[in-house]
């Protein structure tokens, strides 16, 4: 019977540790990113609501059972009369608890590292500012993205649709709203801007997101998608799949396969000192693009130049790169112009 009650005890610290790290998890996420996670993908809140719940319910399961566990594993309590229960009901109970035990602890201890990396770089004050709505810019926050549409009315004050538009992924674990003050000038310039809210922070595992922009949107008549690093490759892997994107922007990003569209514009801007999409993987990247790739070089940036979140890269981002990485955007939107 030792045996028994040393299994109820194991499994108690370990759901005991468990159950705090769940705890402790999404209490960080509170105080360190909370408002990127509530502005963020709604699975990303769920996730971290649940994780908390969980480790709660853990915490308390683990300290009843360490408390009370050895007196119900020996008694019945379920008849009028307790009565002491026998070495195989207490062998039969400690192999159901066990069996129901491991599997939980793994589902358990999968939310706890989803819910951990799904809590994004949080967005500065800086890209903050580029949120909200002026007179030239009007800010639409839906669920699983956000725009930054230009507001634009002609001599009768009638409103003038946007008609080229730019669907962006953000950067893997980098909150959506990071890219408002890099993004907001296109919008200035009149281009309907999307950017979206993906699920755990990985635009990788909703790739066909920006179908969801682009079909709300017919008033635009042509597109382009992009994205910032591990974004830009979900981009990359879009295009193919819709005909009417005529436009790819990649910053400090490759696709993982060769683009079949051939008359596809794209842009590609990187850094010269970044040590993730070095200039070298760019480069050996080349055949994957269509030969009309244009390729920017910014001396000196590194990864994070195209977006404003913490833990900021090496400095404030230079204006100088930054003006240039929007006049080329804005350049290739321009080039998918449609005939009037």
């Known amino acids: 019977m030792g045996a028994r009650i040393k299994s109820r005890i194991v499994i108690a610290c370990v759901w005991l540790l468990l159950g705090a790290a769940m705890v402790v998890v999404p209490v960080l996420i509170a105080l ?4 990127a996670t509530l502005a963020g993908h ?5 996730l971290t609501v649940l994780c908390l719940a969980v480790g709660v319910i853990g915490v308390l399961w683990a300290v009843a059972s360490l408390i009370l566990g050895e007196r119900y594993d020996q008694y019945d309590r379920s008849e009028r009369r307790p009565r002491r229960r026998t070495p195989e009901e207490v062998r039969r109970r400690s192999k159901r608890r066990i069996g129901l035990a491991v599997p939980a602890m793994i589902i358990s201890l999968l939310l706890l590292v989803a819910t951990g990396y799904a809590s994004p770089r949080a967005a500065t004050e800086q890209a903050l500012a580029g949120l909200g709505s002026d007179s030239t810019v009007r800010l639409v926050d839906k669920l699983t993205w956000y725009e930054l549409v230009p507001d634009r009315r002609d001599k009768a004050d009638n409103p003038i649709d946007p008609v080229i538009g730019l669907v962006f992924y953000p950067g893997g674990r980098v909150d959506a709203q990071a890219y408002a003050a890099m993004l907001r000038p296109l919008a200035d310039a009149g281009y309907l801007v999307a950017v979206l809210k993906v ?3 990985l635009a990788m595992i909703d790739i066909d997101h920006a179908r969801s922009v682009i079909n709300v949107h017919p008033e635009v008549q ?3 998608v992009g994205g910032h690093s591990v974004g830009g490759v979900a981009a990359a892997g879009y295009v193919d799949t819709d005909e009417r994107v005529d436009g790819l922007v990649l910053y400090a990003s490759y696709p993982a396969a060769k683009i079949k569209t051939a008359d596809l514009a794209v842009l590609s801007v990187y850094g010269s000192a970044d ?7 760019v480069e050996s990247a080349r055949p994957l693009l269509p030969e009309q790739t244009k390729y920017v070089e910014l001396p000196g940036a590194d990864h994070d130049i195209f977006g404003d979140y913490t833990p900021p890269g090496d400095g404030e981002p230079d ?3 930054r003006k240039t990485i929007v006049e080329e ?3 290739l939107l321009e080039s998918i112009k449609p005939a009037p």
């Open 32 to 35: 360190n990113s909370l408002r």
């Open 42 to 46: 709604p699975v990303n809140l769920v």
């Open 199 to 201: 699920p755990l922070s």
């Open 222 to 224: 042509a597109w382009a």
């Open 275 to 281: 040590e993730q999409a070095t200039p070298t993987r």
């Open 319 to 321: 204006p100088k790169l």
């Open 329 to 331: 955007t804005i350049a």
